[in-house]
């Protein structure tokens, strides 16, 4: 059967040809999709390191190694899911390449630039856009597993789009279309939302070593806390509503032990900035918002103080009585 790409929408058990260049964690786990779901047939892998090639190959289960980006066969689509730092210098090798299919969509995965910095392809005729889940991709098989129900931002090429959301909705994701002048602003989210998760994780870890408590119980408690509130916030689906702990109840004692407890002042400074900012969660009267502002306040200017003295040790008498000379 012959398949017309330029005007079919519907995908599923049509065969069309897909490249992948940089098939690292993100681009192993759509080619993955892509083979499961019978989307496409993977034509060329292009890595830098042939070994990490191949291991690609294997995990995706399809698809050839090619050395260079000028060898990669004429393609329906190529996704770039290269580092970021790569994806213009990419897109000039394929503007290069003489291997570009008119017509044929150019994609890269990037949260926080825009499909503009590819745009070399279009002087050949090509499309582009980018598509970014939002999702972390540290273990691809665990990817596939997860990937339905991800939420994948789109922009770009208007006749892209209408060809890859549909695409991707075969894989399960839930697409929506962002502004290109507001990805940094969106991936930033992102960053709060996960990455920080992470350091907040082990930032409680260090607190609860500190008290005594085993590594890998700490973290049990950590994740079980974690869900526990993530589960509060899904059924709530109010940051407000799903908010607990001292700062809400108005705990003002507790706030002071916990400061004062705190071993570093990093950590005196990190809770600092989270509690004012949890401040604005709550309902209660401004006193009580300003007498826990003014707490947490003083608080994280002493830590910046400390943090940023050149000298530590002229700290060293802050809250003491000076020594009689």
């Known amino acids: 059967m012959i398949i017309d790409f330029h005007t079919t929408t519907y995908w599923p058990h049509m065969t069309f040809v897909a490249n992948i260049i940089g098939a690292g964690k993100l681009g192993q786990t759509l080619g993955r999709l892509i083979v499961k779901h019978n989307l496409a047939k993977i034509a060329g892998i292009h890595n830098r390191s042939q070994h990490r090639a191949m291991a690609a190959i294997q995990f995706i289960g399809d698809g050839e190694y090619c050395p260079a980006i ?23 090798d394929l503007a290069r390449s003489g291997q570009i299919k008119p017509g044929s969509i150019f994609i890269h995965c990037s949260g926080i630039l825009t499909s503009d910095v590819i745009s070399a392809v279009k002087l050949k005729d090509a499309l582009v856009m980018s598509i970014h889940p939002m999702r972390s991709f540290a273990d691809p098989a665990l990817s596939v597993e997860n990937f339905p129900g991800t939420y994948c931002a789109t922009e770009g090429d208007i006749p892209a789009l209408k060809k890859i959301e549909p695409f991707f909705e075969s894989m399960g994701s839930i697409n929506f279309q962002i502004a290109k002048d507001k ?9 709060f939302a996960s990455n920080y998760l992470v350091t907040l994780a082990q930032e409680a870890v260090n607190c609860f070593i500190a008290a005594k408590v085993e590594k890998k119980m700490a973290l049990r408690m950590i994740i079980n806390l974690m869900k526990g509130t993530l589960s509060n916030l899904e059924k709530s689906m109010s940051p407000q509503e799903a908010l607990t702990g001292p700062i809400e109840r108005g705990d003002l004692a507790t706030i002071k ?5 705190l071993s570093s002042d990093k950590q005196r400074l990190l809770y600092s900035v989270m509690g004012k900012a949890t401040i604005e969660l709550t309902s209660h009267d401004k006193a009580t918002k300003q007498q826990l502002d003014a707490a947490l306040s003083s608080a994280y200017m002493l830590a910046r103080e400390l943090a940023t003295d050149p000298c530590p040790s002229s700290t060293a008498s802050i809250g003491k009585k000076p020594s009689p000379e």
């Open 70 to 92: 000028k060898d990669l066969p004429p393609a329906d689509i190529t996704f770039i899911t290269t580092p970021d730092d790569r994806l213009a210098e990419t897109s000039l």
């Open 183 to 191: 990805k940094p602003l969106y991936h930033a989210a992102g960053v």
């Open 257 to 261: 032990k916990h400061l004062a407890s």
